[in-house]
């Protein structure tokens, strides 16, 4: 390794019996890079009563002739035969002292665990979690009556710009989903209604469907994968950056500062695209009128007016103004969770979008039962 | 400066072998923004080199540069005397296996264990089996004083300790050449002596050239073979030398100001 060679000659390992023993002469460049002598090869087939290992014309060297000697050692302790290394270089002995030692010091980390312990820890993380969820919805409520009472110390340019790129830049990914979903919804009602000539009973399936659940729903998914994941990464990386330790160390509460002004953002914005979406799933499935079942686009429209009232429209407002609120507390929540690196990141934008869709499926639930009995 | 006036490379005699560094008109930018021109400077093999100046001077820019994460808009930079700067990709990565680095937060990689982290650059350029691959890793966690540290993750470690095992990481190919950046930045002082104690200890068992960016004055008296000085204004190196032989007779103030602190009575 000391000595400079421009030209690197291949490191060799070459043996001699003399008397019961065996030497071994290494020599050459050992590159860990480049070939090395197999020990096994070296040997063959012989079984010396000692190995003795010098050093001839030993030019540059690092680890793999520290590691090739000691190979050597070890399979002179399994044969219980001497192994004389006292010719080498003194700091090639000193290394494989050294890898000698490393080796037998192991210190004891544990990171596997049992069955039950798994279980066990997965449950009080679920209780903790479901308490963690509700003191930051907490936190959220009293920041939000905060707002109310000092509107004029809410953040309201951080407000908009969240607004602009949760609501107005995610319109061409709701545009295509929602209009997509339409047009598929009507295709699905025409197999079925045209064996009983009631094609123009798609227009009330399409505008039923889309508004009191499709509309909502799809918008819900996108914006969790689009923003949630987004809220979550940004504040995750806040954390992992201290930025969030630095505001709590101005008294400022993170909630106030960051969680709130993405919290009204999202539930202004959220209820805006649903609207927009449903429009354009009535679109997708007057466009299949006009062009498959030869409806006219006047008949179709009269046909989903007469089918659609006030409080098809308000379930659907109902829905995307909680659908946002879950998502931005979700991903928020999710965010300040994160732990302390870019892994931590990652995780934390994946379970902000699970979390998310979750809570969006599990809500979606409740409405449809609490609907029924009010009786929209 | 020593050697060649126009370059500032020492011209290297009959069958001399090449320097380890050659840095010949050297220009880093960001865009429009020209950080360094006209740098060019050796490091001889096995040398402790250090590049040191105030901040935003251009010293981590300059590294950058010089171990390829960004092209320089003029200039080379050779390795052993082989071009790196203009090299093709399969000459590259036989000149990237030459060095190692020691980033400034370490940089290990967080998902896996200390072992991963020193085996991975095994993996990808040696031929060795399994066991051969743990045996190095051993070493070279033992090289750094972290024996039996092989099944923690990053996380689990001290600042010092993640210190070492980017270092061990760094030394895994036994590279000819280790660059590192600001070493000290958030070690206390004890521990940044022990880690410059375990720089002179690499350096004097495997020889390894060390070329250190660093603005820490005890670490620099400590270890400097040589240093080279950038400045902020001049875009470039203004001074060249010992350290102690700079601090007391360097012509120019700049220089006399940073290695005394100002209080050239110390």
């Not at chain 2, 930018?29 to 360094?36: A, E, S």
């Not at chain 2, 190692?100 to 031929?127: D, I």
């Not at chain 2, 089996?129 to 993750?153: C, D, M, P, T």
């Not at chain 2, 060390?210 to 004055?217: A, D, G, R, T, Y």
Request: proline letters at 4%; charged letters at 20%.
């Amino acid at each position: 390794m000391r000595a400079m060679t421009v030209v690197p000659s291949p490191a060799c390992a070459e043996t001699i019996v003399a008397g019961d023993d065996l030497v071994v002469t290494v020599g050459g460049d050992w590159r860990i890079t480049g070939l090395l002598p197999s020990w096994r090869k070296v040997r063959g087939d012989r079984a010396p009563h000692g190995v003795r290992l010098r050093a001839e014309g030993l030019g540059r060297w690092d680890s793999s002739l520290v590691r090739f000697v000691h190979e050597v050692q070890g399979w002179c302790r399994e044969a219980k035969i001497s192994c004389d290394t006292s010719l080498l270089p003194e700091t090639v002995r000193r290394l494989v002292g050294q890898l000698e030692q490393a080796q037998e010091k192991r210190l004891p980390v544990d990171h596997s665990q049992n069955f039950l312990v798994t279980v066990g820890l997965a449950a009080t993380d679920v209780w903790r979690q479901t308490r963690e969820f509700a003191s930051f919805v907490g936190e959220c409520t009293l920041s939000a009556i905060g707002l109310v009472k000092r509107p004029g110390r809410f953040r309201w340019r951080d407000c908009f710009s969240e607004m602009q790129q949760c609501g107005a830049m995610a319109v061409p990914i709701v545009s295509l989903s929602s209009f997509l979903v339409g047009l598929t919804l009507a295709y699905t009602g025409a197999i079925i209604l045209r064996q009983f000539g009631g094609d123009i009973w798609v227009a009330d399936i399409v505008g039923l469907s889309t508004l009191r659940e499709m509309g909502a729903v799809m918008t819900g998914v996108v914006v969790a994968g689009r923003t949630g994941a987004a809220f979550a990464a940004q504040l995750g990386n806040m954390k992992a950056n201290e930025e969030i330790d630095a505001l709590e160390t101005l008294g400022i509460a993170p909630v106030d500062f960051l969680v709130l002004p993405r919290l009204v953002a999202l539930t202004l914005m959220t209820p805006l695209l649903v609207m927009y979406a449903n429009c354009l799933g009535i679109f997708g499935g007057m466009v299949v009128g006009a062009t498959v079942l030869e409806i006219p686009p006047s008949a179709y429209w009269i046909e989903t007016q007469a089918n659609i009232d006030l409080s098809d429209f308000s379930v659907s407002l109902i829905k995307s103004i909680v659908f946002g609120m879950l998502i931005a507390v979700a991903g928020c929540l999710r965010g300040l969770q994160a732990e302390r690196s870019a892994a931590g990141v990652g995780r934390a934008a994946t379970s902000a979008v699970v979390t998310s869709i979750l809570l969006l499926i599990v809500a979606d639930a409740v409405f449809a039962v609490l609907f029924n009995v009010l009786g929209l | 400066m020593n050697g060649n006036p126009a370059t500032g490379v020492e011209p290297p005699g009959p069958g001399a072998p090449p320097p380890a560094i050659a840095v010949e008109g050297l220009e880093c930018r960001y865009g429009d923004t020209v950080v360094l021109t006209g740098v060019s400077f050796s490091v001889r093999e096995g040398e402790l080199f250090f590049v040191i100046g105030g901040s935003g001077c251009g010293k981590s820019t300059l590294l950058r540069h010089l171990i390829g994460l960004q092209k320089p808009a003029r200039g080379t930079v050779r390795y052993g005397g082989e071009d790196f700067t203009n090299a093709d990709l399969a000459a590259r990565r036989n000149l990237l296996k030459t060095f190692g680095v020691l980033y400034q937060n370490a940089a290990l990689w967080s998902s896996m264990t200390l072992r991963e982290n020193v085996v991975l650059p095994l993996e990808q350029y040696t031929t060795l089996n399994r066991r051969e691959r743990e045996e190095i890793v051993s070493l070279k966690l033992a090289q750094v004083g972290l024996a039996g540290y092989e099944e923690f993750f990053p996380a689990e470690l001290s600042g010092g300790m993640r210190k070492r095992a980017g270092l061990a990481r760094a030394l895994a190919l036994d590279p000819r050449i280790v660059f590192f950046d600001e070493p000290s930045a958030g070690l206390d002082p004890v521990t940044s002596r022990k880690l410059d104690e375990l720089v002179l200890q690499i350096r004097e068992t495997l020889g390894t050239t060390m070329v250190i960016v660093s603005h820490e004055l005890a670490s620099i008296f400590a270890l400097a073979d040589r240093v080279i000085m950038l400045d902020h204004e001049a875009r470039g190196i203004i001074a060249e030398g010992r350290p102690r032989e700079l601090a007391a007779a360097s012509d120019d103030p700049r220089v006399r100001e940073f290695l005394t602190r100002g209080d050239e009575k110390v």
